[in-house]
């Protein structure tokens, strides 16, 4: 079973969890956190201490004497630093009792990761709704635009989260990328559904391709999964375990003829949900998404340049209503820069 925090959402952050062995050379938990965490911030972690902020799972202060195994779980709120504003803006396409439906913006991560904590999604959404208990149900790139859902109940939360577990969620996206060779080279390949082996490596920022033996080519893109004493249990399954399928809706020149290569609007339908997924099989095809900065080769790390996002949209998301069997749908109101001038789009 999940862990519930102790402590309650504070500027729009949830409480940090952090699990303490039970037993090693520490004397305390105090000390056990210093020599874990002690190279970012030492003082603030004894102040922390000290002033009651850290507490056990029942919520009860700990202090620098409370010794190593007085608690398996520790609960404690980070310290926020000053972040500019990002000037990129979320608007909300959808609500109800449950449901709140957002489209996300370029560059705008959907929850708290690095140095983005008060920018962030969730952390806007929980301050400007004051819904402190807010929680998205699936989670888009800090580069792709798009569609993002999120639970406002904690009561109903899981049967929406079981629809994107068990796949019955159907996704749409759409990106640009520069067509490097005439059109015509290109146009006959699509429609086409591609397969491979994708494995993400924690710390790693990238995802990795995978060969797998021709035995198992012909297995399908996904994984078996059941359920051991309440856990979900995950069993991998060997050959293929990605898939997407890949259209091609136009093309021609960009807006204002920049770059000066042709680029082609690709709807993109992915069937499993493995990291960087859709970027990495654009970039398989030679058809990398325009302004990817991972794929395929992975760029230095340089300030964000608004001017230029990601060409990547969540265009549509569809269901079945778990609690209303209601069909629904939401689509995206944005546009890719840098999608193809098309005879319809000049005369508007």
């Known amino acids: 079973m999940p862990h519930k925090s102790p402590l309650p959402v504070r500027n729009g952050v949830n409480a940090t969890r952090l699990?303490?062995?039970?037993?090693?050379?520490?004397?305390?938990?105090?000390?056990?956190?210093?020599?874990?965490?002690?190279?970012?911030?030492?003082?603030?972690?004894?102040?922390?201490?000290?002033?009651?902020?850290?507490?056990?799972?029942?919520?009860?202060?700990?202090?620098?004497?409370?010794?190593?195994?007085?608690?398996?779980?520790?609960?404690?709120?980070?310290?926020?630093?000053?972040?500019?504003?990002?000037?990129?803006?979320?608007?909300?396409?959808?609500?109800?009792?449950?449901?709140?439906?957002?489209?996300?913006?370029?560059?705008?991560?959907?929850?708290?990761?690095?140095?983005?904590?008060?920018?962030?999604?969730?952390v806007r959404l929980r301050h400007r709704l004051e819904m402190p208990h807010l929680v998205p149900i699936h989670r888009l790139d800090r580069g792709t635009a798009g569609v993002v859902i999120f639970a406002k109940e904690p009561q109903t939360r899981g049967a929406y989260q079981l629809l994107f577990e068990n796949r019955r969620v159907y996704k749409t996206y759409e990106c640009v990328s520069l067509l490097n060779d005439h059109p015509s080279g290109v146009v006959d390949r699509f429609p086409l559904t591609l397969r491979n082996r994708i494995e993400k490596t924690k710390g790693v920022v990238v995802s990795q391709l995978c060969s797998y033996d021709t035995a198992d080519s012909g297995r399908r893109p996904a994984q078996q999964w059941h359920r051991v004493k309440g856990r979900r249990r995950t069993d991998p399954v060997p050959g293929a375990n990605s898939s997407s399928r890949i259209e091609l809706l136009h093309h021609g020149p960009p807006p204002g003829g920049a770059p000066e290569s042709p680029v082609g609007l690709f709807r993109l339908t992915p069937h499993t949900g493995k990291t960087h997924q859709l970027r990495i099989h654009m970039a398989m095809l030679g058809l990398g998404v325009l302004h990817d900065r991972f794929y395929p080769e992975l760029w230095d790390d340089t300030p964000d340049d608004f001017n230029t996002?990601?060409?990547?949209?969540?265009?549509?998301?569809?269901?079945?209503?778990?609690?209303?069997?209601a069909s629904r749908q939401f689509t995206s109101t944005r546009k890719l820069d840098y999608a193809p001038v098309t005879p319809d789009s000049e005369a508007s």
Request: aromatic share 10%; glycine share 8%.
């Open 309 to 325: 996002p990601l060409q990547l949209l969540a265009r549509s998301l569809s269901f079945t209503d778990p609690l209303t069997g």
């Open 19 to 122: 699990r303490v062995p039970a037993a090693g050379p520490w004397p305390t938990i105090h000390e056990y956190v210093q020599e874990t965490f002690g190279h970012i911030d030492p003082a603030g972690i004894t102040s922390r201490f000290r002033g009651g902020e850290v507490v056990d799972a029942a919520g009860v202060p700990l202090d620098t004497t409370t010794p190593l195994g007085a608690a398996e779980f520790i609960w404690y709120y980070r310290s926020l630093p000053q972040e500019p504003p990002l000037p990129v803006q979320e608007a909300i396409l959808w609500e109800d009792e449950h449901l709140l439906v957002v489209d996300k913006p370029h560059f705008l991560p959907t929850t708290p990761a690095g140095r983005y904590v008060q920018e962030s999604l969730l």
